[in-house]
């Protein structure tokens, strides 16, 4: 197998690694040390795996790391650490938004890609990506809105997701599934249906 050597900016600070061909962000990101990014199901469906891609929310499992190279990554570290707690996971520990955690990175960063002030329904369409099994929505929305603020008088549309297709072992899903980073638009998602 061919492999490649790739820099990629994650949280700020070049990080390099050589990877084999077509290896996805959500592994490269791991093996350089960032495994506070969580994999679920591997396949674009739940979201565990989000990461920022120059401020958008994307599913890494879906991307391949080359596709990421010249970008900004941010990954749930780089909202900063226990010592300065980012407003975001501050408000999901204070609402309660969180157990086994596993979805919470890929949580906080859907919501960190969220506008200033959502209203319920953007919260909902933006997290629609990001399952969760344990907590249940309403504590995470609450915290999402704790932490972003109420919605804005004018606050109507929710945010796009857009969408990134990951060439080669992701291509099937990609097609389907969410957010990936480039300029081509998706269908704004609604909410799986389910315990919300
Ligand atoms: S691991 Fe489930 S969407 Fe990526
Ligand atoms: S807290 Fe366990 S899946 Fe969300």
């Not at 390099?16 to 990101?29: C, E, K, S």
């Not at 780089?78 to 204070?94: D, T």
């Not at 086994?100 to 960063?109: A, E, F, R, Y």
């Not at 389907?176 to 249906?193: I, V």
Request: hydrophobic content about 30%; proline content about 7%.
């Amino acid at each position: 197998m061919k492999h490649e050597e790739l820099t990629l900016q994650i949280n700020g600070a070049k990080r390099t690694g050589v990877f084999p061909r077509g290896t996805r962000l959500l592994d490269a990101i791991r093996r350089l040390g960032f495994t506070g990014t969580k994999e679920g199901c591997g396949e674009g469906e739940c979201g565990a795996c989000t990461v920022l891609v120059d401020g958008q929310a994307v599913n890494s499992c879906l991307i391949p790391t080359c596709q990421a190279a010249g970008t900004e990554v941010t990954t749930i570290v780089g909202l900063g650490g226990s010592e300065r707690l980012h407003k975001l996971p501050r408000a999901f520990l204070e609402c309660g938004g969180a157990q086994c955690g596993i979805c919470t990175p890929g949580m906080i960063l859907a919501a960190a890609a969220l506008p200033p002030r959502p209203s319920l329904e953007q919260i909902r369409v933006g997290l629609a990506g990001n399952l969760c099994r344990c907590t249940g929505y309403m504590k995470i929305y609450d915290a999402v809105e704790q932490a972003l603020g109420g919605p804005a008088p004018a606050a109507t549309s929710a945010p796009k997701r857009v969408k990134r297709v990951a060439k080669g072992k992701a291509t099937t899903k990609a097609k389907t599934k969410r957010r990936t980073p480039t300029s081509t638009p998706t269908p704004t998602r609604t909410p799986t249906k389910g315990k919300r």
